[in-house]
């Protein structure tokens, strides 16, 4: 039995077959509208979500299958006091696949101890998020056709944003890659990020404060969130939510076929004014994050077309 916890339970063979399933999935929908017939999905959201929730749902359904679950802690038993393991064992009998967001680092992994099926890690914490990097890496591939040869900007909460975290680690295997990593001081990329990851790799990188310095040199820019919820004080949060904010007037020197991601949601970090720039793919980025859920669900459940 496969589960998903962290990008690199998955070879870069097995996320080509998934990228290429995803791509297969948008030029033929139809062929896979009931190849999850009689299945369950079960949804386990400790935490808020709009799009990895709702396209996990809608890819389960677009596949033929059916969903249940819960959207947050508080309609479940955890607030009775219930285990993470427990919730888990007793769903395993009622879904198929079950895709589960928590707050704790480490909760779907512990998750698969007591599984009975497979286990997608649809974030946990500030850690890991493996299906928004299948989703930016199906955007990267559709927007650039390739995967290597890139440089790669992220940009604004690198310390807790777990996006960032799942996509360095994942990108780190590709050839020709660099990352330039823009953040405030406070807010700069894991120790083991940079250490375990980007430096053991070998891979080309710099640490940078100011946007505008780099945004000429970027094939891809990340933009991402500061993550409110992961912050100790609110003080500090409000010091540096605004530390970014992509408009029309830093885009000015940035490359003509520049790709501007974010897994969104979005606060003030990208201008409204830069949703009609043909380099904005946030909002194409979430439509691919069905399209590569229903290449994942089948994949675990080990099912063809
Ligand atoms: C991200 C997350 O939950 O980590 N959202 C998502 O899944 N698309 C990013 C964020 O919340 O900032």
Redesign the pocket.
Same mark, same amino acid.
Do not use: A, E
């Given at each position: 039995m496969r589960h998903l916890i962290d990008p690199m339970d998955l070879s870069v063979k097995e996320i080509d077959d998934i990228l290429n399933l995803a791509l297969n999935i948008i030029d033929d929908k139809d062929k896979y509208s009931e190849v999850c017939k009689g299945k369950k999905l079960a949804t386990l959201f400790f935490e808020p979500?709009t &799009? @990895?929730r709702l396209s996990f749902e809608a890819a389960m359904m677009e596949l033929g299958g059916n969903v249940l679950g819960f959207s947050s802690a508080n309609s479940s038993s955890s607030t009775k006091g219930e285990s993470v393991g427990d919730t888990v064992k007793v769903v395993s009998c009622y879904a198929d696949i079950i895709a589960m967001r928590h707050f704790k680092e480490g909760a779907p992994m512990l998750a698969t101890m007591k599984s009975d099926v497979p286990i997608i890690n649809a +974030?946990d914490g500030g850690h890991n998020?493996p299906t %928004?990097t299948l989703t930016d890496l199906l955007t990267i591939r559709r927007e650039k056709g390739r995967l290597s040869n890139l440089t790669i900007g992220l940009c604004g909460d690198l310390m807790f +944003? &777990? @996006?960032v975290h799942s996509l360095i680690k994942a990108l780190s295997r590709y050839e020709g890659i660099k990352f330039v990593l823009i953040s405030p001081d406070e807010l700069k990329i894991p120790e083991y990020i940079r250490t375990e990851v980007i430096e053991k790799n070998n891979i080309p990188y710099k640490e940078v404060t100011s946007m505008e310095d780099v945004i000429g040199e970027l094939d891809i820019l990340y933009m991402? &969130?500061v %993550?409110k919820e992961r912050f100790f004080n609110e003080a500090d949060y409000i010091r540096l939510k605004d530390s970014y904010i992509l408009d029309n007037s830093k885009l000015v020197s940035a490359k003509k076929d520049l790709s501007i991601l974010h /897994?969104? /949601?979005r606060v003030n970090e990208i201008a409204i004014e830069v949703d009609d720039d043909p380099r904005a793919c946030y909002f194409r980025q979430a439509l691919n994050g069905k399209f590569v859920r229903m290449a994942l669900i089948m994949t675990l459940l080990g099912l063809e077309a």
């Open positions: 979500s &799009r @990895t +974030g998020h %928004q +944003g &777990r @996006t991402t &969130r %993550q /897994p969104l /949601p």
